[in-house]
């Protein structure tokens, strides 16, 4: 009897749940269009929710195309968990004259006159702060920050200097902070990934390395790490790198590289800045040679969430001319065990579609924010819009979420 009697309300919890559980939901907006405003394309994303809940979405605006072209950043800002957005405004504005990266002076159709402000990245403070880092012409790092949930930005402090620690260990021309967004641990301390290039090699951008920079009094000083993963004949060109800190409070990497393995890069610090782990490749995600995303979902049960266009590179590159012929199948990835696994992939655009950028709301809405479109305007390394989609857990998991408690 007594176990018929715990059967049926095992069964009447079950239905309770499955009645209140949400349905699945997506939908998709874009933000930024090429050809608009001024600006042939619009590039690099990144998404931040702030401590407050406020949603920010970023970009390079590129008036012709280029990394080296003229360049602005662009903010658009969303008090409404990512429905609605207000107009984009640029925010990194440091007084000339700006001079050019000599690495940059060495590849084709550059103008000397063009001012390139590159690589944004931000971060969501305990407090409320904001802070933003970015750099101009790959060769200067600058520094601010918003009190005011980025209505309005601090003067950019110059913090170039912190880059003259790696100097020691390696000879760089070119630098570059993320992109995409860094992150505070738990103790306090902000974390951002960085990539730095001797700037010989195509584009000015190779050969490369991985490290971080890292501050413990809230953005007001920056120090360097140690070289988290160093180009090698197996381990080619790490650069755009992005972050998170696992259950146990250490720093994972998750690296984009051009290694004949094509597939991700990933290494482990107990502190964000030093002894990090022997690289090693993440065989379930696939490496086209983009940046990607990564964030906690951190609600009630342990989950990080990954993206990237899931994708293998291309050798001849027969479909689409140029390089990046690669960047489409974005994916979205979900791991239960701090990243050893992915229990779930779903496709969230099975098109052209590259960089992106990935955030969770205070409800628990998870936000992709990606380049798609078509790609033959722009060699195939960007594409014609910015899209944010907005889904739930329930989407991604197809109501199955399985995380444990």
């Known amino acids: 009897m007594k176990s018929r009697l715990l059967a049926l309300l095992l069964s009447a919890a079950a239905a309770l749940t ?44 590129r008036k012709k195309g280029g990394d080296w072209d003229q360049i ?7 008090t409404d968990g990512g429905k609605t957005f207000g107009e984009a405004r640029s925010i990194a504005d440091v007084p000339g004259p700006i ?59 110059e913090i170039t200097g912190t880059f ?67 180009s090698t004949e197996e381990w080619k060109d790490p650069n755009e790198t992005v972050i998170i800190e696992l259950a146990d409070g250490s720093v994972m990497l998750n690296v984009r590289n051009e290694s004949k393995h094509q597939r991700r890069l990933t290494t482990i610090s107990k502190d964000g800045a030093t002894g990090w782990s022997t690289p090693k490749f993440d065989d379930a995600l696939l490496e086209p040679v983009c940046m990607a ?17 899931d994708n293998l590179s291309r050798a001849d590159h027969k479909e689409q001319p140029g390089k990046y012929s690669d960047r489409k199948n974005l ?16 496709v969230l655009d099975a098109g052209w579609s590259g960089y992106s950028d990935i955030g969770v709301t205070k409800d628990g809405t998870i936000l992709c924010f990606y380049g798609r479109g078509e790609a033959k305007d722009f060699g195939g390394f960007a594409f014609n819009h910015l899209t944010l989609t907005r889904f739930n857990l329930e989407w991604l998991t197809d109501g199955k979420d399985s995380g444990n408690p």
């Not at 060769?139 to 949930?149: H, I, Q």
């Not at 994916?331 to 779903?346: C, F, I, M, Q, R």
Request: charged content about 20%; aromatic content about 10%; overall charge neutral.
């Open 18 to 61: 499955s009645a209140n559980a949400a349905a699945p939901s997506i939908e998709s907006s874009d933000l930024f269009v090429a050809n608009t405003n001024g600006y042939k394309v619009y590039h690099i994303p990144g998404i931040l929710v702030t401590a407050k809940g406020s949603v920010l979405a970023w970009c390079e605006a």
């Open 164 to 230: 003259e620690a790696f100097h020691k260990n390696y000879d760089w021309k070119v630098l570059a902070t993320g992109p995409d967004h860094g992150i505070q641990l738990k103790n306090g301390r902000l974390v951002v990934p960085v990539w730095l290039s001797t700037g010989t090699g195509n584009n000015g951008h190779h050969p490369s390395v991985t490290t971080t920079i890292f501050s413990d009094d809230h953005g007001k000083t920056w120090q360097a790490g140690e070289i988290a993963v160093p």
């Open 99 to 157: 001079t050019k990266n000599p690495s940059s002076l060495k590849v084709k159709g550059v103008d000397p006159k063009d001012v390139t402000h590159n690589n944004p990245v931000f971060i969501a403070d305990h407090d409320g702060t904001v802070h933003g880092l970015f750099c101009i012409e790959y060769m200067r790092s600058f520094y601010m920050s918003s009190a005011d949930d980025g209505i309005t930005w601090s003067t950019p402090v």
């Open 72 to 78: 602005d950043i662009l903010l658009r800002r969303s």
């Open 293 to 309: 995303g990564i964030v906690r979902y951190s609600l009630d049960k342990p989950r990080i969430l990954f993206c990237n266009p």
């Open 331 to 346: 994916t979205v990835k979900l791991s239960y065990d701090e990243g050893k696994t992915w229990a779930v992939s779903k």
